[in-house]
């Protein structure tokens, strides 16, 4: 039998088949006391011999991915996925708080064969072409997540926080935000698309939940952050 184990903030949790594995504000995986977050959020089960990952929430998704972020999934109230990766991360956010865990399973039944990579000097994230000043804005809002260490919490930043990193006005970055999310709503991508009841802090949390889990940007990334904000830095000087 498959054996799994999930991982957080440098915890290990080995499962037992047996019984149900919560993830929430108590269970066996307790978060932080966070009002935004579920008391009983995620369960892991195993039934007829396959690992089951279920969202049992009222409000919250999560994104599953596999470890080469080339299987993406968004897991919404009430739905299951199998684990049938070596390798799952989950990620979910519940209000300005971003939480990661990973769930290790030895014997899998399936793996993902590894992803070439381009060398063409331009890149595409999730199909869909995006500028440069596109990109630096995913940067600013997913770099928290970036810099921290393993998995674990992470805050988000405001719209004003981002725009500040960045240099720009608060009116530039939220134009740019909304172009960046109607890009990825024409792909398919769930969450990005605001309306009434859904706040922009949950459009810039799904945003960073998806470009994070599927490795469309990683913390080498960072570097073209900090040139942007050092660019700005000296062109305001000047």
Known sequence: MTEVTVEY????????????????RQGDLELDDNLFLHRNFLEITNT????????????????????SGGVNA????????????EQT???????????????????SA??????EVANGGQSTIGHVPLTASQKLLILALAEPVLRREGTGTSE?????????????????FNRKLDNVCDKFDRIGVQGMRGGQGRLATN??????????SSRLV??????????????????ARS
């Open 9 to 24: 903030a440098g915890e290990y949790y080995p499962l037992d088949a047996g019984s149900t594995f919560h993830v929430g």
């Open 48 to 67: 007829d011999g396959l690992w089951w990952l279920a969202n049992v929430g009222a409000r919250l998704t999560a994104t599953v991915t596999d470890s």
């Open 74 to 85: 968004w897991l919404a109230p009430g739905a299951r996925l199998p684990i049938v990766f």
């Open 89 to 107: 991360t989950v990620v979910f956010t519940a209000g300005p708080t971003t939480y990661e865990f990973t769930i290790h399973a030895t014997g």
């Open 110 to 115: 399936f793996r993902i064969a590894p992803r």
């Open 156 to 172: 988000i930043p405001s719209s004003a926080k981002a725009a500040e990193r960045l240099g720009w006005t608060s009116t530039r």
């Open 203 to 212: 459009r810039r949390a799904r945003l960073v939940e998806h470009v994070v």
């Open 218 to 235: 990683t913390r080498e990334d960072l570097a073209l952050l900090d040139a942007e904000a050092g660019g700005e830095e000296g062109a």
